[in-house]
Protein backbone atom coordinates (compact mmCIF):
# COMPACT_ATOMS: atom_id res chain seq x y z
CA UNK A 1 0.00 0.00 0.00
CA UNK A 2 1.73 2.74 -1.21
CA UNK A 3 -0.04 6.89 -0.34
CA UNK A 4 1.03 9.51 -2.95
CA UNK A 5 0.87 13.27 -2.00
CA UNK A 6 -1.59 13.58 -4.25
CA UNK A 7 -3.61 11.12 -2.05
CA UNK A 8 -2.28 13.07 1.10
CA UNK A 9 -3.38 16.02 -0.49
CA UNK A 10 -6.86 15.18 -1.85
CA UNK A 11 -7.44 13.74 2.19
CA UNK A 12 -5.94 16.89 3.56
CA UNK A 13 -8.83 19.02 1.51
CA UNK A 14 -11.50 16.78 2.59
CA UNK A 15 -10.42 17.26 6.37
CA UNK A 16 -9.82 21.00 5.93
CA UNK A 17 -6.21 20.72 6.71
CA UNK A 18 -3.03 22.72 5.32
CA UNK A 19 0.31 21.38 5.12
CA UNK A 20 3.47 21.71 4.59
CA UNK A 21 5.83 20.13 1.88
CA UNK A 22 7.42 18.29 4.95
CA UNK A 23 4.09 17.21 6.29
CA UNK A 24 2.63 15.88 2.96
CA UNK A 25 5.88 13.65 2.60
CA UNK A 26 6.11 12.24 5.98
CA UNK A 27 2.57 11.54 6.21
CA UNK A 28 2.78 10.06 2.82
CA UNK A 29 5.62 7.84 4.20
CA UNK A 30 3.48 7.17 7.56
CA UNK A 31 0.26 6.59 6.51
CA UNK A 32 1.34 4.12 3.94
CA UNK A 33 3.23 2.09 6.38
CA UNK A 34 0.06 2.28 9.08
CA UNK A 35 -2.41 1.50 5.94
CA UNK A 36 -0.15 -1.30 5.01
CA UNK A 37 -0.32 -2.48 8.79
CA UNK A 38 -3.57 -2.67 8.15
CA UNK A 39 -3.80 -5.47 4.94
CA UNK A 40 -3.52 -7.49 7.95
CA UNK A 41 -7.36 -7.62 8.59
CA UNK A 42 -7.37 -8.92 5.26
CA UNK A 43 -6.23 -12.50 6.12
CA UNK A 44 -9.42 -12.42 7.97
CA UNK A 45 -12.58 -13.98 6.49
CA UNK A 46 -15.22 -11.39 7.64
CA UNK A 47 -17.85 -12.21 4.71
CA UNK A 48 -20.27 -12.95 6.88
CA UNK A 49 -19.52 -10.81 10.25
CA UNK A 50 -22.23 -8.52 11.61
CA UNK A 51 -20.07 -4.71 12.03
CA UNK A 52 -20.31 -3.53 15.26
CA UNK A 53 -20.34 0.15 15.97
CA UNK A 54 -21.25 0.23 19.20
CA UNK A 55 -21.11 -2.66 22.27
CA UNK A 56 -24.06 -1.79 24.13
CA UNK A 57 -27.38 -2.56 23.37
CA UNK A 58 -28.55 0.74 23.14
CA UNK A 59 -30.88 2.44 20.35
CA UNK A 60 -32.26 5.70 19.33
CA UNK A 61 -32.78 7.26 23.07
CA UNK A 62 -35.35 9.34 22.73
CA UNK A 63 -36.95 12.04 25.23
CA UNK A 64 -40.35 14.27 25.36
CA UNK A 65 -40.34 17.15 22.90
CA UNK A 66 -40.79 19.68 25.71
CA UNK A 67 -38.76 22.53 25.51
CA UNK A 68 -35.85 23.30 27.74
CA UNK A 69 -34.09 26.94 29.07
CA UNK A 70 -30.96 26.56 26.91
CA UNK A 71 -27.55 28.58 27.70
CA UNK A 72 -27.98 32.64 27.79
CA UNK A 73 -26.33 34.35 24.59
CA UNK A 74 -24.10 35.81 26.82
CA UNK A 75 -22.18 32.62 28.34
CA UNK A 76 -22.02 30.87 25.28
CA UNK A 77 -20.22 34.04 23.92
CA UNK A 78 -17.36 33.89 26.31
CA UNK A 79 -14.96 31.88 24.33
CA UNK A 80 -16.04 33.44 20.80
CA UNK A 81 -12.76 34.30 18.83
CA UNK A 82 -15.23 37.44 17.38
CA UNK A 83 -18.85 37.92 18.04
CA UNK A 84 -21.12 41.00 16.52
CA UNK A 85 -24.50 41.15 19.17
CA UNK A 86 -24.54 37.93 20.12
CA UNK A 87 -23.65 36.38 16.93
CA UNK A 88 -20.62 34.26 15.96
CA UNK A 89 -18.46 36.66 13.26
CA UNK A 90 -16.93 34.90 10.42
CA UNK A 91 -16.17 36.23 7.34
CA UNK A 92 -18.80 36.36 4.51
CA UNK A 93 -20.23 33.58 3.57
CA UNK A 94 -21.55 34.97 0.03
CA UNK A 95 -19.53 37.08 -2.40
CA UNK B 1 4.80 10.02 55.87
CA UNK B 2 2.07 13.08 54.51
CA UNK B 3 -0.89 13.25 55.50
CA UNK B 4 -1.79 12.27 51.57
CA UNK B 5 -0.91 8.66 52.36
CA UNK B 6 -3.28 7.91 55.02
CA UNK B 7 -6.14 5.44 54.29
CA UNK B 8 -9.42 6.99 53.49
CA UNK B 9 -11.05 5.93 56.55
CA UNK B 10 -8.52 6.94 58.97
CA UNK B 11 -8.77 10.10 56.89
CA UNK B 12 -12.19 10.74 57.45
CA UNK B 13 -11.90 10.03 61.19
CA UNK B 14 -9.52 12.65 61.78
CA UNK B 15 -11.20 15.32 59.88
CA UNK B 16 -14.35 14.13 62.10
CA UNK B 17 -11.58 13.93 65.49
CA UNK B 18 -10.77 17.92 64.46
CA UNK B 19 -7.23 17.19 63.91
CA UNK B 20 -6.89 17.16 60.54
CA UNK B 21 -8.69 20.00 58.20
CA UNK B 22 -9.82 19.82 54.83
CA UNK B 23 -7.38 22.78 54.83
CA UNK B 24 -4.34 20.63 55.53
CA UNK B 25 -5.07 18.34 52.93
CA UNK B 26 -5.18 20.48 50.03
CA UNK B 27 -1.76 22.83 51.91
CA UNK B 28 0.04 19.28 51.84
CA UNK B 29 -1.00 18.29 48.25
CA UNK B 30 -0.28 22.17 47.04
CA UNK B 31 2.88 22.20 48.96
CA UNK B 32 3.68 18.82 47.32
CA UNK B 33 3.26 19.65 43.64
CA UNK B 34 5.52 22.91 44.81
CA UNK B 35 8.21 20.66 45.51
CA UNK B 36 8.05 17.95 42.42
CA UNK B 37 6.51 19.50 39.84
CA UNK B 38 10.00 21.15 38.52
CA UNK B 39 10.52 17.51 37.73
CA UNK B 40 7.48 15.64 36.40
CA UNK B 41 5.25 18.58 35.36
CA UNK B 42 2.09 16.59 35.41
CA UNK B 43 -0.29 19.76 35.22
CA UNK B 44 -1.12 21.95 32.68
CA UNK B 45 -3.37 24.49 35.12
CA UNK B 46 -3.01 24.91 38.78
CA UNK B 47 -5.94 26.20 40.94
CA UNK B 48 -4.80 27.22 44.51
CA UNK B 49 -7.28 29.44 44.75
CA UNK B 50 -10.78 27.66 43.50
CA UNK B 51 -9.10 24.57 46.13
CA UNK B 52 -8.12 26.76 49.02
CA UNK B 53 -12.07 28.30 48.52
CA UNK B 54 -13.06 24.40 48.33
CA UNK B 55 -10.92 23.69 51.30
CA UNK B 56 -12.31 26.46 53.31
CA UNK B 57 -15.99 25.30 52.30
CA UNK B 58 -15.45 22.17 53.31
CA UNK B 59 -14.19 22.87 56.51
CA UNK B 60 -16.69 25.05 57.58
CA UNK B 61 -19.45 22.58 56.72
CA UNK B 62 -17.45 19.98 59.23
CA UNK B 63 -17.50 22.51 61.98
CA UNK B 64 -21.27 22.57 61.05
CA UNK B 65 -21.63 18.84 61.33
CA UNK B 66 -23.93 16.93 58.93
CA UNK B 67 -23.36 14.26 56.10
CA UNK B 68 -20.21 14.09 54.53
CA UNK B 69 -19.36 12.72 50.44
CA UNK B 70 -17.98 9.57 50.22
CA UNK B 71 -14.60 11.79 48.89
CA UNK B 72 -14.57 14.59 51.30
CA UNK B 73 -11.74 16.61 51.47
CA UNK B 74 -9.48 14.88 48.82
CA UNK B 75 -7.19 16.67 46.65
CA UNK B 76 -8.10 15.48 43.01
CA UNK B 77 -6.45 16.38 39.62
CA UNK B 78 -8.53 16.33 36.71
CA UNK B 79 -7.13 15.13 33.15
CA UNK B 80 -7.51 17.97 30.99
CA UNK B 81 -9.92 16.58 28.64
CA UNK B 82 -12.86 16.80 31.23
CA UNK B 83 -14.55 20.24 31.13
CA UNK B 84 -14.66 22.25 34.36
CA UNK B 85 -17.02 25.13 34.80
CA UNK B 86 -14.77 28.58 34.81
CA UNK B 87 -11.29 26.07 34.69
CA UNK B 88 -9.54 26.32 31.74
CA UNK B 89 -9.54 22.86 29.72
CA UNK B 90 -6.94 22.85 27.06
CA UNK B 91 -6.92 18.85 25.82
CA UNK B 92 -3.11 19.71 25.57
CA UNK B 93 -3.85 21.51 22.58
CA UNK B 94 -2.49 24.41 21.07
CA UNK B 95 -6.31 24.87 19.64
CA UNK B 96 -7.86 25.18 23.12
CA UNK B 97 -5.40 26.64 25.07
CA UNK B 98 -7.51 30.12 25.93
CA UNK B 99 -10.89 27.54 26.31
CA UNK B 100 -12.64 28.21 29.38
CA UNK B 101 -16.03 25.61 29.62
CA UNK B 102 -19.42 27.74 30.24
CA UNK B 103 -20.43 23.95 32.09
CA UNK B 104 -19.43 21.05 33.97
CA UNK B 105 -18.54 17.75 32.95
CA UNK B 106 -21.05 15.10 34.95
CA UNK B 107 -18.44 13.35 36.76
CA UNK B 108 -17.33 16.73 37.48
CA UNK B 109 -20.85 17.38 39.30
CA UNK B 110 -20.71 14.05 41.05
CA UNK B 111 -17.17 14.85 42.74
CA UNK B 112 -18.37 17.99 43.52
CA UNK B 113 -21.18 15.90 44.84
CA UNK B 114 -18.77 13.61 46.80
CA UNK B 115 -16.57 16.92 48.29
CA UNK B 116 -13.31 16.15 46.60
CA UNK B 117 -11.18 19.31 46.40
CA UNK B 118 -10.15 19.93 42.38
CA UNK B 119 -6.22 21.11 42.60
CA UNK B 120 -6.24 21.58 38.92
CA UNK B 121 -5.97 20.00 35.36
CA UNK B 122 -3.38 17.42 34.00
CA UNK B 123 -1.24 17.65 31.57
CA UNK B 124 -2.18 14.47 28.48
CA UNK B 125 -1.45 13.83 24.99
CA UNK B 126 -3.14 16.22 22.95
CA UNK B 127 -6.91 15.32 22.63
CA UNK B 128 -5.86 12.19 24.13
CA UNK B 129 -4.17 10.42 20.86
CA UNK B 130 -1.07 9.14 22.42
CA UNK B 131 0.98 6.78 24.82
CA UNK B 132 3.51 8.87 25.64
CA UNK B 133 2.81 12.30 26.67
CA UNK B 134 4.59 13.49 24.24
CA UNK B 135 2.10 14.97 22.12
CA UNK B 136 1.15 17.85 24.71
CA UNK B 137 1.27 21.14 23.14
CA UNK B 138 2.19 21.93 26.77
CA UNK B 139 5.61 19.74 26.35
CA UNK B 140 5.66 16.55 27.93
CA UNK B 141 5.01 15.17 31.81
CA UNK B 142 8.11 12.85 33.28
CA UNK B 143 7.93 9.92 34.87
CA UNK B 144 8.51 10.22 38.52
CA UNK B 145 10.18 6.80 38.95
CA UNK B 146 12.67 8.38 35.85
CA UNK B 147 12.49 11.27 35.02
CA UNK B 148 14.36 10.59 31.45
CA UNK B 149 11.16 8.33 30.86
CA UNK B 150 7.75 9.00 29.63
CA UNK B 151 4.44 8.60 32.01
CA UNK B 152 2.63 6.55 29.28
CA UNK B 153 0.08 8.44 27.96
CA UNK B 154 -2.43 9.74 27.06
CA UNK B 155 -3.56 10.27 31.20
CA UNK B 156 0.47 10.69 31.84
CA UNK B 157 -0.23 13.47 34.32
CA UNK B 158 -3.13 11.78 35.80
CA UNK B 159 -0.78 8.90 36.76
CA UNK B 160 2.25 10.63 37.14
CA UNK B 161 0.49 13.10 39.76
CA UNK B 162 -0.51 10.10 41.53
CA UNK B 163 2.33 8.48 41.88
CA UNK B 164 4.57 11.95 42.77
CA UNK B 165 1.82 11.82 45.21
CA UNK B 166 0.36 15.29 44.25
CA UNK B 167 -3.06 14.85 44.62
CA UNK B 168 -5.25 11.86 46.66
CA UNK B 169 -6.38 10.81 43.27
CA UNK B 170 -6.85 11.95 40.15
CA UNK B 171 -9.23 11.04 37.14
CA UNK B 172 -8.33 10.24 33.39
CA UNK B 173 -9.67 8.69 30.11
CA UNK B 174 -9.64 5.46 28.61
CA UNK B 175 -9.85 4.54 24.32
CA UNK B 176 -7.31 2.60 23.75
CA UNK B 177 -5.19 2.04 27.32
CA UNK B 178 -4.94 5.73 28.07
CA UNK B 179 -5.78 5.09 31.36
CA UNK B 180 -4.13 1.69 32.40
CA UNK B 181 -0.80 2.16 30.52
CA UNK B 182 0.16 4.88 32.33
CA UNK B 183 -0.74 3.90 35.55
CA UNK B 184 1.11 0.73 34.80
CA UNK B 185 4.24 2.68 33.81
CA UNK B 186 3.99 5.17 36.73
CA UNK B 187 3.35 2.32 39.14
CA UNK B 188 0.26 2.98 40.50
CA UNK B 189 -3.36 1.64 40.03
CA UNK B 190 -5.49 2.80 36.71
CA UNK B 191 -9.36 1.57 36.14
CA UNK B 192 -11.24 1.73 33.14
CA UNK B 193 -14.63 1.08 33.57
CA UNK B 194 -17.00 -0.88 31.75
CA UNK B 195 -18.22 1.40 28.57
CA UNK B 196 -21.09 3.06 29.55
CA UNK B 197 -20.70 2.65 33.26
CA UNK B 198 -19.33 6.27 33.71
CA UNK B 199 -21.17 9.24 32.14
CA UNK B 200 -19.37 10.85 29.41
CA UNK B 201 -20.95 14.25 29.44
CA UNK B 202 -18.16 16.56 29.41
CA UNK B 203 -15.37 14.75 28.42
CA UNK B 204 -14.21 16.45 25.10
CA UNK B 205 -14.50 13.04 22.44
CA UNK B 206 -11.91 11.26 20.82
CA UNK B 207 -13.37 7.88 19.77
CA UNK B 208 -17.06 7.95 21.20
CA UNK B 209 -17.50 4.12 20.82
CA UNK B 210 -14.44 3.51 22.61
CA UNK B 211 -13.90 6.30 25.24
CA UNK B 212 -14.40 5.56 29.17
CA UNK B 213 -13.67 8.00 32.04
CA UNK B 214 -11.99 6.53 35.05
CA UNK B 215 -9.94 6.85 38.42
CA UNK B 216 -5.87 6.64 38.41
CA UNK B 217 -5.64 5.92 42.27
CA UNK B 218 -2.72 4.76 44.61
CA UNK B 219 -4.28 1.73 45.60
CA UNK B 220 -7.38 -0.29 44.99
CA UNK B 221 -8.95 0.81 47.83
CA UNK B 222 -9.72 4.86 46.29
CA UNK B 223 -10.40 2.90 43.20
CA UNK B 224 -13.27 1.43 44.70
CA UNK B 225 -14.34 4.95 46.10
CA UNK B 226 -13.67 7.02 43.44
CA UNK B 227 -15.50 4.54 41.12
CA UNK B 228 -18.47 4.73 43.69
CA UNK B 229 -18.58 8.59 43.41
CA UNK B 230 -18.58 8.66 39.59
CA UNK B 231 -20.38 6.16 37.90
CA UNK B 232 -24.23 5.62 36.75
CA UNK B 233 -26.51 6.77 34.48
CA UNK B 234 -26.66 10.13 33.06
CA UNK B 235 -29.84 10.82 30.69
CA UNK B 236 -27.04 13.56 29.16
CA UNK B 237 -25.24 10.86 27.33
CA UNK B 238 -27.51 8.59 25.58
CA UNK B 239 -24.77 5.99 25.50
CA UNK B 240 -24.54 5.78 29.21
CA UNK B 241 -25.80 2.56 30.42
CA UNK B 242 -29.21 2.26 32.26
CA UNK B 243 -27.75 -0.24 34.86
CA UNK B 244 -28.03 -0.18 38.59
CA UNK B 245 -24.90 0.66 40.59
CA UNK B 246 -23.55 -2.13 42.88
CA UNK B 247 -21.83 -0.82 46.41
CA UNK B 248 -18.67 -1.56 44.98
CA UNK B 249 -17.28 -1.84 48.73
CA UNK B 250 -18.35 -5.24 48.57
CA UNK B 251 -14.99 -5.54 46.70
CA UNK B 252 -13.08 -5.27 49.42
CA UNK B 253 -12.76 -8.93 51.04
CA UNK B 254 -9.63 -10.02 50.09
CA UNK B 255 -11.28 -13.19 48.81
CA UNK B 256 -10.23 -15.11 45.77
CA UNK B 257 -10.81 -18.74 46.83
CA UNK B 258 -12.74 -20.27 43.81
CA UNK B 259 -11.76 -17.56 41.29
CA UNK B 260 -10.87 -18.79 37.51
CA UNK B 261 -8.86 -16.86 35.92
CA UNK B 262 -8.14 -17.58 32.20
CA UNK B 263 -4.62 -16.02 30.70
CA UNK B 264 -4.47 -15.25 27.24
CA UNK B 265 -1.15 -17.21 25.45
CA UNK B 266 -1.05 -13.93 23.17
CA UNK B 267 -0.74 -11.29 26.05
CA UNK B 268 2.13 -13.35 26.85
CA UNK B 269 3.77 -14.14 23.53
CA UNK B 270 6.18 -12.65 21.20
CA UNK B 271 6.52 -8.77 21.57
CA UNK B 272 6.40 -9.40 25.80
CA UNK B 273 9.66 -8.42 27.82
CA UNK B 274 10.57 -11.13 29.51
CA UNK B 275 10.87 -9.13 32.39
CA UNK B 276 7.38 -8.59 32.10
CA UNK B 277 5.87 -11.64 31.76
CA UNK B 278 7.81 -12.98 34.73
CA UNK B 279 6.30 -10.59 37.27
CA UNK B 280 2.65 -11.68 35.67
CA UNK B 281 3.94 -15.70 36.37
CA UNK B 282 4.76 -14.65 39.58
CA UNK B 283 1.29 -12.61 40.44
CA UNK B 284 -0.20 -15.74 39.12
CA UNK B 285 1.36 -17.63 42.22
CA UNK B 286 0.17 -15.40 44.40
CA UNK B 287 -3.34 -15.96 42.88
CA UNK B 288 -3.10 -19.53 43.58
CA UNK B 289 -1.64 -19.31 47.03
CA UNK B 290 -4.88 -17.48 47.87
CA UNK B 291 -7.04 -20.00 46.44
CA UNK B 292 -7.99 -19.37 42.51
CA UNK B 293 -6.87 -20.94 39.97
CA UNK B 294 -5.38 -20.23 36.15
CA UNK B 295 -5.61 -22.00 32.75
CA UNK B 296 -4.33 -20.66 29.64
CA UNK B 297 -7.05 -19.41 27.12
CA UNK B 298 -6.80 -18.15 23.86
CA UNK B 299 -7.88 -14.75 22.27
CA UNK B 300 -7.63 -15.86 18.84
CA UNK B 301 -8.39 -12.35 16.90
CA UNK B 302 -5.85 -9.72 19.29
CA UNK B 303 -2.94 -9.45 16.96
CA UNK B 304 -5.76 -7.77 14.62
CA UNK B 305 -6.78 -5.67 17.29
CA UNK B 306 -4.19 -3.01 17.12
CA UNK B 307 -5.18 -2.45 13.20
CA UNK B 308 -8.61 -2.70 13.89
CA UNK B 309 -8.38 0.32 16.95
CA UNK B 310 -6.69 2.52 14.83
CA UNK B 311 -8.81 2.37 11.68
CA UNK B 312 -12.04 2.89 13.88
CA UNK B 313 -10.94 5.31 16.35
CA UNK B 314 -9.08 7.75 13.79
CA UNK B 315 -12.52 7.68 12.05
CA UNK B 316 -14.67 8.72 14.91
CA UNK B 317 -11.66 10.98 15.79
CA UNK B 318 -11.93 12.70 12.52
CA UNK B 319 -15.02 13.12 12.81
CA UNK B 320 -15.53 14.43 16.04
CA UNK B 321 -12.68 16.77 15.75
CA UNK B 322 -14.75 18.68 12.75
CA UNK B 323 -15.98 20.82 15.72
CA UNK B 324 -12.93 22.23 15.77
CA UNK B 325 -13.00 24.72 13.31
CA UNK B 326 -12.09 28.19 14.93
CA UNK B 327 -15.94 29.96 14.69
CA UNK B 328 -16.97 29.31 18.14
CA UNK B 329 -14.18 28.70 20.69
CA UNK B 330 -10.67 27.80 20.61
CA UNK B 331 -7.89 29.55 17.95
CA UNK B 332 -8.76 31.15 15.23
CA UNK B 333 -6.48 32.16 12.24
CA UNK B 334 -5.94 35.84 11.52
CA UNK B 335 -6.97 37.28 8.11
CA UNK B 336 -8.32 34.43 6.41
CA UNK B 337 -9.67 34.52 2.42
CA UNK B 338 -12.86 33.38 3.21
CA UNK B 339 -14.54 31.06 5.98
CA UNK B 340 -13.37 27.69 4.20
CA UNK B 341 -9.73 29.31 4.44
CA UNK B 342 -10.76 30.29 8.35
CA UNK B 343 -11.67 26.84 9.26
CA UNK B 344 -8.43 25.47 7.34
CA UNK B 345 -6.05 27.66 8.73
CA UNK B 346 -7.52 27.71 12.56
CA UNK B 347 -7.57 24.24 12.03
CA UNK B 348 -3.63 23.98 10.46
CA UNK B 349 -2.47 26.33 12.80
CA UNK B 350 -4.14 24.51 16.54
CA UNK B 351 -3.53 21.03 15.84
CA UNK B 352 -0.23 19.09 16.50
CA UNK B 353 1.26 16.41 14.00
CA UNK B 354 0.03 13.08 15.55
CA UNK B 355 -3.79 14.89 15.84
CA UNK B 356 -3.72 15.60 12.33
CA UNK B 357 -1.72 12.38 11.44
CA UNK B 358 -5.11 10.94 12.95
CA UNK B 359 -7.56 13.06 11.40
CA UNK B 360 -5.67 11.96 7.88
CA UNK B 361 -5.92 7.98 8.51
CA UNK B 362 -9.44 8.44 9.90
CA UNK B 363 -10.45 10.35 6.83
CA UNK B 364 -8.55 8.39 4.27
CA UNK B 365 -10.48 5.20 5.90
CA UNK B 366 -14.06 6.86 5.81
CA UNK B 367 -13.53 8.30 2.15
CA UNK B 368 -14.96 7.42 -0.50
CA UNK B 369 -13.87 4.27 -2.19
CA UNK B 370 -12.28 3.01 0.79
CA UNK B 371 -14.65 2.79 3.60
CA UNK B 372 -15.58 -0.86 3.16
CA UNK B 373 -12.25 -1.95 3.03
CA UNK B 374 -11.03 -0.33 5.61
CA UNK B 375 -13.77 1.11 8.14
CA UNK B 376 -16.43 -1.22 7.62
CA UNK B 377 -13.86 -4.15 7.72
CA UNK B 378 -12.36 -3.11 11.18
CA UNK B 379 -16.29 -3.21 12.42
CA UNK B 380 -16.32 -6.50 11.36
CA UNK B 381 -12.85 -7.47 13.38
CA UNK B 382 -13.88 -5.76 16.13
CA UNK B 383 -17.36 -8.22 16.27
CA UNK B 384 -14.59 -10.83 16.16
CA UNK B 385 -12.54 -9.55 19.07
CA UNK B 386 -15.55 -8.85 21.23
CA UNK B 387 -16.72 -12.68 20.62
CA UNK B 388 -13.08 -13.86 21.58
CA UNK B 389 -13.63 -12.38 24.80
CA UNK B 390 -17.57 -13.79 25.34
CA UNK B 391 -16.01 -16.86 25.04
CA UNK B 392 -13.77 -17.20 27.13
CA UNK B 393 -15.75 -15.42 29.99
CA UNK B 394 -18.15 -18.35 29.80
CA UNK B 395 -15.55 -20.51 31.88
CA UNK B 396 -13.43 -17.77 33.49
CA UNK B 397 -14.04 -15.17 36.26
CA UNK B 398 -11.34 -12.87 35.16
CA UNK B 399 -8.40 -12.22 32.34
CA UNK B 400 -5.19 -11.48 33.29
CA UNK B 401 -1.98 -10.57 31.82
CA UNK B 402 0.31 -7.62 31.45
CA UNK B 403 -1.04 -4.16 30.76
CA UNK B 404 1.53 -3.10 28.68
CA UNK B 405 4.48 -5.16 26.62
CA UNK B 406 7.18 -2.99 28.38
CA UNK B 407 8.16 -0.61 31.14
CA UNK B 408 8.39 2.88 30.59
CA UNK B 409 10.34 3.76 27.41
CA UNK B 410 12.41 6.95 27.12
CA UNK B 411 11.43 10.67 26.16
CA UNK B 412 12.00 10.62 22.55
CA UNK B 413 12.48 6.68 22.05
CA UNK B 414 9.68 6.25 19.77
CA UNK B 415 8.04 9.68 18.79
CA UNK B 416 9.07 8.92 15.15
CA UNK B 417 7.62 5.96 15.03
CA UNK B 418 3.92 5.85 15.37
CA UNK B 419 3.06 2.29 14.18
CA UNK B 420 6.03 0.72 17.01
CA UNK B 421 3.97 3.49 19.33
CA UNK B 422 1.25 1.92 18.16
CA UNK B 423 1.98 -1.47 18.97
CA UNK B 424 2.58 -0.75 23.02
CA UNK B 425 -1.25 -1.31 23.10
CA UNK B 426 -1.91 -4.20 22.23
CA UNK B 427 -2.47 -5.47 26.02
CA UNK B 428 -5.30 -2.54 26.01
CA UNK B 429 -6.64 -2.02 22.69
CA UNK B 430 -9.18 -5.01 22.49
CA UNK B 431 -10.93 -4.51 26.46
CA UNK B 432 -11.98 -0.88 24.79
CA UNK B 433 -12.92 -2.55 21.35
CA UNK B 434 -15.07 -5.15 23.45
CA UNK B 435 -16.35 -2.34 26.16
CA UNK B 436 -15.06 -4.81 28.69
CA UNK B 437 -13.73 -3.10 32.32
CA UNK B 438 -10.09 -3.72 33.57
CA UNK B 439 -7.54 -2.47 35.94
CA UNK B 440 -3.88 -2.03 36.02
CA UNK B 441 -2.43 -2.68 39.24
CA UNK B 442 1.36 -2.41 40.08
CA UNK B 443 3.15 -6.23 40.10
CA UNK B 444 6.90 -5.33 40.62
CA UNK B 445 9.91 -3.35 39.29
CA UNK B 446 11.96 -4.03 36.32
CA UNK B 447 15.17 -3.08 36.46
CA UNK B 448 13.62 -0.11 38.98
CA UNK B 449 10.26 0.54 36.89
CA UNK B 450 7.24 -0.92 37.68
CA UNK B 451 5.08 -3.33 36.06
CA UNK B 452 1.49 -3.18 35.68
CA UNK B 453 -0.90 -6.30 35.69
CA UNK B 454 -4.14 -5.90 33.87
CA UNK B 455 -7.30 -7.49 35.20
CA UNK B 456 -10.39 -7.92 32.45
CA UNK B 457 -13.96 -8.61 33.61
CA UNK B 458 -17.08 -9.36 32.18
CA UNK B 459 -19.05 -6.12 31.13
CA UNK B 460 -20.36 -3.97 34.30
CA UNK B 461 -18.78 -7.02 36.47
CA UNK B 462 -16.04 -4.22 38.32
CA UNK B 463 -17.02 -5.92 41.54
CA UNK B 464 -14.97 -8.71 40.48
CA UNK B 465 -12.25 -7.18 38.80
CA UNK B 466 -11.53 -4.84 41.57
CA UNK B 467 -11.99 -8.38 44.20
CA UNK B 468 -9.14 -9.76 42.63
CA UNK B 469 -7.18 -6.51 42.43
CA UNK B 470 -7.63 -5.82 46.30
CA UNK B 471 -6.91 -9.25 46.90
CA UNK B 472 -3.62 -9.20 45.10
CA UNK B 473 -2.96 -6.18 46.65
CA UNK B 474 -3.19 -7.22 50.35
CA UNK B 475 -1.36 -9.98 49.20
CA UNK B 476 1.31 -8.08 47.86
CA UNK B 477 3.78 -5.08 48.62
CA UNK B 478 4.24 -3.59 45.36
CA UNK B 479 2.00 -0.74 45.99
CA UNK B 480 3.49 0.67 48.33
CA UNK B 481 6.82 1.06 46.57
CA UNK B 482 7.24 4.75 45.73
CA UNK B 483 9.36 6.38 43.18
CA UNK B 484 13.00 7.95 44.12
CA UNK B 485 13.41 10.41 41.94
CA UNK B 486 10.61 12.52 43.98
CA UNK B 487 11.95 12.03 47.30
CA UNK B 488 10.50 8.90 48.46
CA UNK B 489 11.66 4.90 48.59
Known amino acids: MSISIQDVEHVAKLARLELTEEEKAKYAEQLGAILNYAQKLNELDTENVPPTSHVLPVANVMRDDEPRPSWPIEKVMLNAPDEEDGQFRVPAVLE | ?489
Not at chain 2, 56 to 81: S, T, V
Not at chain 2, 285 to 312: C, D, N, R
Not at chain 2, 370 to 396: G, M, N, P, S, W
Request: some cysteine; glycine content about 10%.
Open chain 2, 1 to 489: MSVLDLRLQELHDRLSGGELAVSDLVEASLSRIKETEPVVQAFITLDEEGARAQAAELDKQLKEGGERGLLFGLPAGIKDNIVTDGLKTTCASRFLSNYIPIYNATVMDKLRAAQSVTIGKLNMDEFAMGGSNENSAMGPTRNPWDPERVPGGSSGGSAAAVAARQVYFALGSDTGGSIRQPAAYCGVVGLKPTYGRVSRFGLVAFASSLDQIGPITKNVEDAVYVLQAIAGHDPMDSTSADVEVPDYTAALTGDVRGLRIGVPKEYLGEGIAPQVKDAVLAALKVFESLGATWEEVSLPHTEYAVAAYYLLASSEASSNLARFDGVRYGVRAENPDNLIDLYVKSRSQGFGAEVKRRIMLGTYALSSGYYDAYYLKAQKVRTLIKQDFDQVFEKFDVIIGPTAPTTAFKIGEQIHDPLTMYLNDICTIPVNLAGLPAISVPCGLADGLPVGMQIIGKAFDETTVLRAAYAYEQATEHHKLRPAAVGGA
